[in-house]
């Protein structure tokens, strides 16, 4: 008989399953796998290099296009951090606007990383239902920033602008009757606030038909069940983050463990899995869905009963009102100064991170008291996750791959940077 | 007993027919999608599409040139050249570009304008067909402003108080 040797097979960039541009070098032998070679950097675009070059507020839009599936998370880590520096106090309605829309942002990502993973596994229908409510969601990025997905919305300080009174309505065509524009527009009538808390009423029971189809379904559990087992120990010492760490039994999250913005008033859960294999992992998300809605609830009666300002009235730090900008000259010194120079941060470094949907995402900034950052470090969660490939995936098939690149929810926009 | 109830449940393949159950029960409700080019999506006041310049209510353009919408564009998108018109010799741009290739859309520029002249209209969908469309120049931007100009000014009204 003659000698099987080892191949080597490349996974990727371009491959569907691959999540964006993950190429892998894999050793098989036959069809199992005895190393994982993952290689990063197709998708570099230097953010932290090109945030030197930039003001601090200009940098603000690029950290959406980070992990391009939770837009509004990196931006407040990004903000937060330089809050840190400067010493400024958010104002409190602005740090509730910055809750509930990191929980939307979590739901989103969730969303996302629920439908192409089941996609990856061979489950194509959830994909469409996690699409149609996303949709909704990504209806709230635009009606509070503008853009669906790269919000630019926070701001050193705060948020750019206070939540709109009313939502946009669909227009009549020739394809709706009056009645199934009225069924279309129903819970368009009220303000963002109402739009947002029908859906964190109707979302539950979304939740409850993703795990008809998926939770208890042989073929998702033969598919996940054992699949890229990570220890408790094992977690920690990679450094793991998100729901990563906690789908191996580790109750961490900084949401509650260092609570930032308004987290420590929110009254919510953390989920932990128990064997740290994939299907555990997608049983933690399913929980964060519920527990994101309790979030957004709370948020929703807070805000709707506290109006007030979303921004710092340090004109230093943050525009002036636009009113206030046509009139008054030493406003309009203010806004000149702040869109062309923008703001000076005292010398020093700063750390804060906050609890993404994919772990801790952090931002480093180091100022030496000039308009720009001198240094600005990204810790990005996938990074650390896509590092234990090799470990996960040993020993297991070639098919598994793809259900391990799904689990660690992958995106390349944060991992290469 | 778990046991036997385990056993009866996954020999009559219950969870499968559950899900199927669900997936079909969605061939009966209305449809969520919806004619795109035909119908669309409800887009806010705030959005942030292609970029138009504004012209008051005279017929003179809004723009200054001041610059600060050059100046504050994260991507380097704009390009401006300032000088005197020639009739009346006031401080207007000669040249007013953006490369649509750069622009990330983030909005600061609409941010940065003192005078409201530009503005991001709704327009989400253009293509260009020739190398060198990307770059918008000041009589494209200034006739798309034209063109839409009771949406601009209703979406400008609309957001007055929130900024
Ligand atoms: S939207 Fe942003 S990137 Fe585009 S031109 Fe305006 S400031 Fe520049
Ligand atoms: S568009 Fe506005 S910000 Fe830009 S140069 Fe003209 S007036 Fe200044």
Redesign the interface.
Known sequence: MSEIQNYTINLGPQHPAAHGVLRLVLEMDGEVIERADPHVGLLHRGTEKLAES?TF??????MD?LDYMSMMCNEHGYVSSIEKLLGVDVPIRAQYIRVMFDEITRILNHLLWLGTHALDVGAM?VFLYAF?ER?DLI?CY??????RM?A?YYRVGGV???L?DS?????A????NAKDLD?LNSN?EGSLLDFIEDFANRFPGIVD?YE??LT???IWKQRLVDIGVVSPERALQRGFSGPMLRGSGIEWDLRKKQPYAVYDKMDFDIPVGVNGDCYDRYLVRIEEFRQSTRIIKQCVKWLRENPGPVIVEDFKVA?P???D??QNMES?IH??KL??EGYSVPAGEAYAAIEAPKGEFGCYVMSDGANKPFRLKIRAPGFVHISAMDEMVKGHMLADVVTVIGTMDVVFGEIDR | MKVLRNYIK?LF?L??F??MR??GSYLWR?K?T??YP???????????GLHALRRDENGEECCVG?K?CE??C?AMAITIETGPREDDGSRRTTRYDIDLFKC?????CV??C?VDAIV?TRICDYHFEERGENIMLKDELLAIGEENRDRINSDLSA??K??
């Open positions: 930039k507020n200009q940098s603000i839009p690029y296009r229908t149609r949709e209806d635009e009606a509070v920033s503008g853009a790269h630019a750019y602008r206070d709109p939502m946009p309505k669909y227009e065509s020739k394809f709706r069924r368009r038909e008809t189809l208890d379904n042989r525009p009102k636009r009113d900008m046509k309009l806004h000149f869109f062309t | 996954s393949l969870e499968m559950k899900g669900l997936t209305k969520f919806i004619r035909e119908e669309r999506a409800p887009m806010s006041p705030r959005f942030r001041c600060l100046a504050t994260p990330i859309f983030c909005g600061y941010e940065a003192p991001e957001q007055a929130y900024r």
